[in-house]
């Protein structure tokens, strides 16, 4: 069974870089045709899919988060990483990172027990 | 982006009680719809594809239906593991796909 779990610093300074990754165990990144998903949840509001990174190595982004955002991946190591540049207090919020399936009904049947991340001085 | 609006915010209720969540959005996306349970401090968990169909290893207590817009997961016999977050998730078209708010159920 494949299990992720999310790594980085829980406190970044405001306009800074905020780092994650995700490590994969009980399967190879580069097996079958996944997205390797970031999700964020802030608090009292709902799930937020961030992006993700297909087995393939190409990439998509919350509109939203565009020109922000880089999600790659090292197979050599069996991880994916989120990097979100020049962060804002807004940015605060517990990160996931989840495999979802593609096909009928994509879902997210991986899932890191999640990383608090706060943006404060 | 497909919104679904989840309810209720929360809800208190029993060991051995029955509980119904929402999911509803404002275009039928029958049965584009996931169901997930979040236990504090653990992963979420998929319970639900496609709006019924219950993952492998999920007791059979839970249970998912649609009809129309709306989607519905039933929890019968509460058990005190069952006590978690509960969140719905579009799956109509390819990424992103927006969540639901989540349910607390709560002892």
């Known amino acids: 069974q494949v299990q992720l779990q999310e790594s980085g610093p829980g406190l970044v300074k405001p306009s800074q870089t905020l780092s994650l990754t995700c490590t994969v165990s009980g399967g190879s990144i580069n097996a079958g045709t996944y997205y390797w998903t970031w999700i964020r949840q802030s608090a009292g509001k709902a799930l937020e899919w961030v992006g993700h990174?297909?087995?393939?190595?190409?990439?998509k982004y919350s509109a939203s988060l565009e020109g922000r955002i880089v999600i790659s991946m090292d197979t050599s190591k069996n991880q994916f990483s989120l990097g979100l540049r020049s962060v804002t207090a807004a940015d605060t919020a517990v990160y996931y990172c989840?495999?979802?399936?593609?096909?009928?009904?994509?879902?997210?049947?991986?899932w890191g027990q999640g990383a608090l991340v706060t943006v404060s001085s | 982006d497909i919104q679904m609006t989840q309810s209720p915010y929360s809800l208190a209720a029993s060991v051995g009680d029955t509980v119904t969540i929402t999911c509803r959005g404002v275009?039928?996306?029958?049965?584009?719809l996931n169901w997930y349970q979040h236990r504090p401090g653990r992963a979420p968990q998929l319970i639900i594809r496609s709006a019924s169909r219950l993952q492998s290893g999920v007791p059979s207590r839970f249970s998912g239906s649609a009809s129309g817009t709306e989607f519905t997961l039933t929890i019968t016999h509460l058990q005190p593991e069952d006590f978690a977050t509960y969140f719905c998730?579009?799956?109509?078209?390819?990424?992103?796909?927006?969540f639901g708010q989540g349910t607390r159920l709560e002892i």
């Open positions: 989840a495999r979802q399936f593609t096909g009928w009904s994509p879902g997210f049947d991986s």
């Open positions: 998730q579009e799956s109509f078209r390819t990424p992103p796909n927006t």
């Open positions: 990174i297909h087995t393939s190595g190409t990439t």
């Open positions: 275009e039928s996306i029958n049965p584009y």
